[in-house]
């Protein structure tokens, strides 16, 4: 049957991909949003009155907030199996004698599919503040640091520029979930016996926190924020390599001379990018992770190593022969005992933990951000 005049074909391109809609009196109703994952079904959500007026009445910042914290929460439900695993190795160190997919399978055998999910509640609720103020901050400082450093400095580069929002960042994020982070590795090592009965003190998150700050005081909550802060050379590698990368895959848009307010040069363009914009972003963020994780690992071991100190000793053999808190001794005890290959146990296991989890935290905090932004018709400042 031929389709009458008050039938209207239009289509929406999106990353190289079309997408056909039909209606027959609306001819008012346009495509809005561009997100092949999405679909029409956006469209529903932007009709929806209440929707729009919140987030109409969000502020730029708060939207990048809500879509940190949103990117945030989804990697860590992601990753949380795979850092289980990562945990236990780094922990072992030496003495472990199960790769990946032996400790993995042993966890599962021993402890059943919960012993996967050792620490998820302070995992998800470490990722979620931690992400929030990082890509608050980050956003933020990418704004911030090239007036500064062109005004102080005379320097107009966009890695310096990245570099320095990156450390910002990664300090205020840092020191403010430390504890978070201290508590998940406690519980991640946490082990069952075969009745399924717990071998250590902690019952869950709460607990943990409760008996920690009671038997070892406040400061318990910050051992290993030393060499977390050392590991801020990680962010400072990871996200001015990922920025480069983006532009080098054809995933920003065309830099603008620096008087245009319309957008910056690290913006992604849903819009009008490039064919698989998604596969070029997860490229990017997968190998500049690699790139920043192979440099920087050795500062996790002493991380995890001086996290699980505790004055009490509570894991035994974990920390046999181990001095307590200090960075230097921790760094020789393991260089004495498991040589160069100690400070990089559980490498092969990390990156198949943050990979992954550096794919799905900066990709869709990529489309969480430009998407409340489009729906909002705010723009970063």
């Known amino acids: 049957m031929a389709p009458s005049k008050n039938d209207v074909d239009f289509s929406d391109r999106i990353q190289g991909e079309d997408l056909e809609?039909?209606?027959?009196?609306?001819?008012?109703?346009?495509?809005?949003?561009?997100?092949?994952?999405?679909?029409?079904?956006?469209?529903?959500?932007?009709?929806?009155?209440?929707?729009?007026?919140?987030?109409?009445?969000?502020?730029?910042?708060?939207?990048?907030?809500?879509?940190?914290?949103?990117?945030?929460?989804?990697?860590g439900v992601v990753v949380c199996?795979?850092?289980?695993?990562?945990?236990?190795?780094?922990?072992?160190?030496?003495?472990?004698?199960?790769?990946?997919?032996?400790?993995?399978?042993?966890?599962?055998?021993?402890?059943?599919?919960?012993?996967?999910?050792?620490?998820?509640?302070?995992?998800?609720?470490?990722?979620?503040?931690?992400?929030?103020?990082y890509f608050t901050i980050y956003e933020r400082a990418k704004k911030f640091y090239p007036g500064f450093m062109e005004e102080k400095f005379g320097l107009e580069m966009d890695s310096v520029n990245h570099f320095c929002a990156a450390l910002t960042a990664g300090m205020v994020s840092s020191i403010a979930v430390n504890p978070i982070w201290v508590v998940k590795t406690r519980l991640m090592i946490q082990t069952s016996n075969k009745k399924g009965t717990e071998t250590s003190h902690y019952k869950g998150t709460i607990d943990a926190f409760k008996t920690m700050y009671k038997?070892?005081?406040?400061?318990?909550?910050?051992?290993?924020?030393?060499?977390?802060?050392?590991?801020?050379l990680h962010v400072g590698i990871h996200f001015p390599v990922y920025e480069k990368l983006k532009e080098v895959t054809g995933c920003t848009r065309p830099a603008l001379p620096l008087s245009a307010t319309s957008h910056e040069s690290d913006e992604i363009d849903f819009n009008h990018g490039p064919n698989h914009l998604l596969l070029r972003l997860i490229f990017a963020s997968s190998l500049a992770k690699m790139i920043a994780s192979t440099i920087t690992y050795p500062h996790e071991i002493l991380r995890t190593r001086m996290q699980l100190r505790s004055s009490k000793e509570p894991y035994g053999t974990v920390h046999e022969g181990q001095d307590k808190g200090k960075l230097l001794k921790t760094l020789f005890k393991i260089y004495q005992k498991e040589g160069l290959k100690g400070f990089y146990a559980g490498y092969v296991v990390n990156l198949a933990r943050t990979v992954p989890a550096s794919a799905v935290t900066l990709v869709s905090f990529e489309y969480f951000k430009t998407y409340l932004l489009e729906v909002s018709g705010n723009k970063l400042a």
């Open 21 to 75: 809609f039909n209606r027959n009196t609306m001819e008012d109703f346009h495509v809005r949003h561009k997100f092949k994952s999405i679909g029409a079904a956006n469209n529903a959500i932007i009709q929806n009155s209440f929707v729009h007026k919140v987030l109409s009445n969000c502020s730029a910042t708060q939207l990048v907030t809500l879509s940190g914290a949103a990117s945030g929460f989804l990697a």
């Open 81 to 133: 199996p795979l850092d289980v695993v990562k945990t236990r190795l780094q922990a072992k160190g030496k003495k472990s004698t199960r790769g990946f997919v032996g400790e993995f399978t042993h966890i599962v055998h021993k402890e059943g599919l919960r012993g996967l999910y050792r620490g998820l509640v302070p995992i998800t609720i470490g990722y979620l503040p931690t992400w929030t103020i």
């Open 215 to 232: 038997e070892e005081g406040i400061r318990v909550f910050y051992s290993g924020l030393i060499p977390s802060l050392f590991g801020l």
